[in-house]
């Protein structure tokens, strides 16, 4: 039996050593696997580092550069351009703006109102949930903003096509799908594109049958839900029923 997949697992005990094997063997027989790299937990939360230790120099650069943004953004140092908010501003950088924005960028780099005036409106978003996205921007966000500004985060994402914050919301929201949010994700999985967040929501209704548990509320979304995205559940729903 060979299986030549790659796959990340996180390794806390024993038990994690384990792999599950899906075909019953007897007698000897010889697992081989190759880690292609191994990396250790950081105490401080920071990001996890390889054991081998190639590219550390590259880390501890990287590191230290974001660590200057973060001082550039917290100290306003050279500030150039103000975010307003619903509740407040931001002072920030054009070049920061605009590196991680493609929206961004065409704003400063065309004869557009932001250019002239130094200023963004972004009236849609609380000073906290603004706070977040800038400083996600600068790689200095914490997991709490993260999780606390979710979606006004992937608003952002998607007005500021910025793919890889995008993604990591779809993540995130993927993580904890329950009876109280499916139906609002499912909407947002469509509104936003989020293939990954649209499957785990279908296989949540219907694989695993938690629509039944939530008849009243499923009932209402099919009131106002796009009617695309409706055909799109009776469709899953129907070939569940095949399977049977």
């Not at 992937?154 to 499916?182: G, M, P, T, W, Y």
């Not at 209704?205 to 796009?226: E, P, S, T, Y």
Request: hydrophobic share 40%; net charge negative; aromatic share 8%.
């Amino acid at each position: 039996m060979l299986r030549t997949e790659v796959t990340d697992k996180l390794l806390k005990s024993n038990e994690d050593f384990v792999w599950a094997i899906e075909v019953p063997l007897t007698g000897k027989f010889i697992i081989d696997i190759e880690f292609l790299d191994l990396k250790t937990a950081s105490p401080d939360g920071k990001e996890h580092c390889s054991i081998w230790g190639e590219g550390s120099t590259q880390r501890q650069s990287s590191e230290n550069s974001l660590a200057l943004l973060r001082r550039m953004l917290s100290e306003n140092i050279h500030t150039d351009i103000v975010i307003s908010a619903s509740d407040g501003s931001i002072s920030a950088h054009r070049a920061v703006l605009a590196s991680r924005s493609p929206v961004f960028h065409s704003m400063f780099s065309h004869n557009l109102k932001e250019k002239e005036i130094s200023s963004i409106n972004i009236s849609d978003m609380s000073i906290e949930a603004c706070q977040a996205f800038v400083n996600y921007i600068y790689g200095n966000i914490r997991n709490e903003e993260f999780s606390t500004h979710g979606m006004s985060l992937l608003h952002a994402a998607d007005k500021f096509d910025i793919l890889d914050l995008k993604e990591a919301c779809q993540e995130s929201l993927i993580e904890d799908i329950d009876a109280r949010n499916v139906l609002e994700r499912l909407q947002n999985a469509t509104r936003y594109q989020l293939p990954k967040l649209k499957t785990s929501c279908m296989l949540y209704l219907v694989k695993f049958g938690k629509i039944f548990d939530i008849r009243d509320d499923f009932n209402a979304f099919l009131q106002c839900a796009d009617r695309e995205l409706i055909s799109e559940i009776f469709d899953q729903v129907l070939g569940a029923w095949k399977g049977f």
